[in-house]
């Protein structure tokens, strides 16, 4: 095999045994999951971004969002190596109503979400939330704290965002790799814990 083949499949295919889990990163518009994916992912990431137009402006309100200049208009995809061979494999979706449909495409086959927040449109959240819950997934809210959002303590945002008590909650930054570490970790421990058992046979 060629070499330079040989060293693709190495970076992307695992080669030992591994649990791999498809997690979908999910928010509202300008959240940041592109950012969280692309800090976090150990291989070249997968993105559909496309600069914003003038006849998006009717449906893509920005407001509060002065640097938002492109959105994803079909997914984005990373990769990530969690401690004890956990792979996880991160599929960004869009945010915004229209794109719902393929949201749900996406979903098909993920084990869980990571829904991210901002503190400056929680109530944005909910309709997000809800789309995770209808398909039955287990999901964890990270809370992305931009330089100029209101700071509010981890049991202030349950409260606002009315959390079931096992459903984690994290505050991270998208950019800083270490937070956002932390807030995939809850996520994969909250979904190995709700999975439910194999049979003795099949483990």
């Known amino acids: 095999m060629d070499s330079a083949v040989s060293g693709s499949r190495i970076g992307y295919l695992p080669d030992r045994d591994q649990v791999l889990m498809k997690m979908l990163v999910a928010g509202p518009f300008g959240v940041g999951k592109t ?17 914003m137009t ?10 509060g969002l002065p640097d938002k200049t492109t959105t994803t208009v079909a997914v984005d995809f990373g990769r990530l190596t969690l401690p004890g061979e956990v792979v996880l494999y991160l599929f960004g979706t869009p945010g915004q ?16 979400a990571l829904v991210l927040a901002d503190t400056r449109r929680l109530a944005e959240s909910f309709e997000i939330m809800d789309m ?6 287990p999901y964890a809210v990270a809370v992305n704290c931009f330089p100029d959002a209101p700071a509010h303590s981890a049991e202030v945002l349950r409260g606002h965002l009315d959390l079931h008590p096992d ?9 800083d790799r ?26």
């Open 97 to 112: 109503r229209r794109f719902f449909p393929l949201w749900q495409d996406i979903a098909r086959g993920a084990l869980g």
């Open 54 to 63: 003038e006849t998006g402006a009717p449906v893509d309100d920005v407001a």
């Open 167 to 175: 459903t984690p909650l994290v505050l991270c930054d998208a950019r």
């Open 132 to 137: 995770v819950e209808e398909q039955g997934l």
């Open 35 to 51: 950012t969280l994916i692309r800090t976090l992912s150990e291989i070249p990431t997968l993105h559909t971004e496309e600069v």
């Open 178 to 203: 270490a937070t956002s570490v932390e807030a995939l970790i809850a996520l994969a421990e909250h979904v190995l814990h709700s999975l439910p058992s194999l049979p003795q046979e099949q483990r």
